[in-house]
């Protein structure tokens, strides 16, 4: 048969693979520096402990059954694996705990052309703080990763879901019509939204406010905007909190990346508060979000606030291509041919100095070949007599004394001899 990848999965090949590595690096650096330490989750998690925490996940979650007939799912995201991993191990520990991960999840689609059913989230979670304080801070901590990765040209959205969720408590239009605003408000579907507001059991005053609030954007004067707007439904706490966490976000000197933005909300139901998204431009997808889930933990029996956000590597990834801002990577230093016995020996001297080196069988111009082809900066030959370089012909040239210097910086491809 001939080999295929399933739908939505693909391979990733050494020289991506080097360069998601890299970008991973960026990004870990970051949440590291802010005092996020690393965790991984199981691949799979209990369905009944998911939906509990996300609500259903039907044509969502890959399902699997184990053995012991137990019913379990890839994960579709890292936020409620990690809120079962703090209740089940860590709910003894003094908060907030400050987390970071990064890690592949697994999302179900109808067959559609080019969606994606594997990617690779990276991201923090905050969990056991509230407040514009812990807000601001993983928002701030979002600009600073999407400018470390390398993007020079981004915008961040920030808004909050109580206040949709004060002008439908406010409407009494019954929880269906609510159900119906906030799947239509995922969509950002105004049309629906606008007909929604018209419905005649909607009082005027949340009819008005649902027509207006997801059309606001802008700075701080987007807030007041949206008061004004939704004067009456109960949700000016909110915006008190919002304006807070923009303030702060100004005090850090990240506002300038962030748009007050009263149409951003998440594809998973169990945000409370704050909600953010980070776009490219010519993307057309999200690079990701979070924002606010106070309520997760309170699933597993362990009440606790939480805020975080996750990043789509792979779409960070594109962004960067888009941006001619891919991180550079390190390639080979050198490809190393001789006896093999030699070989092996001095490889491991090269490598102890901070080389990269693979072994050949090739000789003379053929191993230089292998270099180029490699993009390796040295081809070089170990004999009894010592370890040596070959020039482009594939003759002995330079030798290479001990102690063994630094690995050098010039590659083949870039024409570099005198190295």
């Not at 009440?303 to 594109?318: D, H, Q, T, Y």
Request: net charge negative.
């Amino acid at each position: 048969m001939r080999p295929v990848t399933p739908r939505g999965f693909r391979d990733v090949l050494p020289e991506e693979a080097a360069e998601r590595e890299a970008l991973q690096r960026r990004l870990g650096d970051v949440f590291s520096a802010w005092g996020y330490g690393l965790v991984e989750t199981p691949v799979v998690e209990r369905l009944d402990a998911l939906e509990a925490a996300a609500g259903s996940l039907e044509g969502t979650a890959f399902r699997l059954v184990d053995l012991d007939g137990q019913l379990l799912a890839l994960r579709p995201d890292v936020t409620v694996p990690i809120a079962r991993l703090v209740a089940s191990r860590m709910g003894d520990e003094v908060g907030p705990h400050r987390l970071r991960y990064c890690a592949n999840v697994f999302r179900e689609h109808e067959s559609l052309r080019g969606q994606s059913r594997q990617f690779t989230q990276v991201g923090v979670e905050l969990v056991g703080a509230r407040g514009p304080a812990a807000d601001a801070e993983v928002v701030a901590m979002l600009v600073e990763a999407l400018r470390a990765a390398g993007l020079s040209r981004f915008s961040i959205g920030m808004g909050t879901v109580e206040v949709f969720q004060a002008i439908v408590d406010a409407a009494g239009a019954g929880e269906t019509w609510g159900a119906a605003v906030f799947a239509a408000a995922h969509d950002r579907n105004l049309v629906e939204l606008d007909r929604l507001a018209a419905e005649p059991d909607v009082a005027p005053r949340a009819a008005a406010a649902l027509r207006a609030v997801p059309r606001i954007r802008g700075g701080v004067e987007a807030i007041e905007a949206c008061r004004s707007a939704a004067s009456g439904c109960g949700c000016d706490g909110a915006l008190d909190d919002l304006q807070t966490t923009y303030e702060l976000l100004e005090s850090a000197g990240v506002a300038d990346k962030v748009a007050v933005d009263f149409s951003v909300m998440r594809s998973f139901d169990y945000y409370t508060g704050l909600v953010v998204e980070a776009y490219a431009p010519g993307l057309g997808v999200p690079l990701g979000g979070g924002g606010r889930y106070d309520g997760v933990l309170a699933a597993f029996d362990a009440p606790s606030p939480a805020a975080g956000f996750a990043l789509g590597l792979e779409r960070v990834a594109i962004a960067l291509v888009e941006q001619d801002g891919g991180p550079r990577t390190r390639g080979l230093d050198a490809v190393l041919g001789g006896e093999p016995g030699l070989a092996l020996e001095v490889a491991a001297r090269l490598r102890g100095a901070g080389w990269r080196v693979t072994l050949s069988q090739r000789e003379g111009s053929a191993l230089v070949r292998e270099a180029e082809h490699r993009g390796a900066v040295e081809a070089l030959v170990a004999t009894g007599k010592g370890l040596y370089r070959l020039d482009r012909s594939g003759e002995v040239a330079l030798p290479i004394e001990d102690p063994i210097p630094y690995a050098p910086t010039t590659s083949w491809a870039q024409g570099g001899e005198a190295l």
